[in-house]
DNA sequence: TAACTATGAATGAAGG
DNA sequence: CCTTCATTCATAGTTA
């Protein structure tokens, strides 16, 4: 796995639950990523970079910080456990299809018994000036139109929305070969192609 | 994993989280280090000694099966992710205060300023003095210590809870077995001197 | 309100 | 030393 550098620093913003709290009060609170900034996470996920290296991380997390406060570690630790729950849905799946055989390929269908949930059912679909989205979209405006999109993140560039919604594969079906990742195509080619870097 | 001249074997005594399945069942857990071995740990590191070689790593290791089962490549991955993630850790702090450190980017609607996924609560007391330093103290490996350390029991000799409580500035009072310790200060010399060289 | 669930964060263990 | 993976802890949000 590991072939580039990789770190996971950040500084993740964290915020309070409550309003009233004493200033010198500790209280850790987790970073709780913005309806937007989880489409992007998943989005970048779903093109096909499941591991961002640090560099990418950086960048990520700069086009995040449009939405909402984050630190490169919480970009970091979200795709980190991205990939893990992943892969252990997957082997839990693998491991439930061959317990029971009768279970429908392709979909799960929880009839009866107790298997787990698909991936990621997603959508928390939270107030917070709720603007869109429910559930993921996933269809309608597929094609990625445009060509050079490129993300100046240093300052204002909100056209990101509509690449968002681009094209979300949802879940790599074809179980790609984990170790050594990296197919990077869709979206994340077009987040990170040039620019950005100063 | 070869590493150099250090090794990390030892009996990496498991633990079995709440072992109810099959009689045979292999379930193997990670050891959880308990809270006195924590402390010992945290002091022994913060004392300056981050990187035991192996023989101060197998006193250790005797060191703190008094209270409950542990190995030598418990020890030695202990420190060496301590000494990693201690590095890291500071090392963002520095890249975290060299980013503008007025008005954080987004960061309007949560805490002040609570940045990094904090640092050891080390600072906590005094911190003045350079006491604590978490990168790298000194590159060990064989250098520390080297000679007249030794520690204080080989078997039965419990007056180790004595110190120990007698050192603990903080914790010790209050809850959580896990996580959230408090780091000790500088029980090491106390434990590494009782000079008895054999 | 207390369970429960989803998921951010922490850390033991390896691999290189 | 570095990075990554598997587990586990802790908690924001949700549900009954």
Redesign the pocket.
């Known amino acids: 796995?590991?072939?580039?550098?990789?770190?996971?620093n950040g500084s993740?913003t964290?915020h309070r639950?409550t309003a009233h709290r004493s200033e010198t009060e500790p209280v850790?609170?987790?970073?709780?990523?913005k309806p937007e900034q989880?489409l992007i996470l998943e989005s970048i996920f779903n093109s096909g970079m499941v591991?961002p290296?640090?560099e990418d991380t950086v960048r990520i997390r700069k086009l995040l910080e449009k939405f909402g406060a984050v630190g490169d570690?919480?970009v970091f630790?979200?795709f980190?456990?991205?990939?893990?729950?992943s892969?252990?849905r997957q082997r839990q799946l693998q491991a439930s299809l061959m317990a029971d055989p009768r279970a429908a390929p392709g979909v799960t269908q929880q009839a009866g018994g107790r298997v787990v949930?698909h991936e990621?059912?997603?959508s928390?679909?939270?107030?917070s000036t709720s603007s869109n989205n429910s559930t993921f979209p996933c269809s309608s405006s597929a094609s990625s139109s445009a060509s050079s999109y490129n993300f100046v993140m240093d300052d204002g560039s909100d056209d990101l929305f509509s690449m968002i919604s681009s094209q979300t594969p949802f879940m790599c079906s074809s179980h790609v070969p984990?170790?050594h990742y990296q197919p990077g195509q869709c979206m994340a080619k077009l987040i990170f192609t040039k620019a950005s870097l100063p």
Chains 1, 2 share one sequence.
Do not use: C, E, F, V
Request: net charge positive.
């Open positions: 796995m590991g072939d580039h550098g990789q770190d996971r993740p964290l639950s850790r609170t987790r970073w709780t990523p989880i591991n290296p640090k570690a919480n630790y979200w980190q456990n991205r990939r893990s729950r892969r252990r949930p990621r059912p997603t928390s679909s939270s107030s984990r170790s």
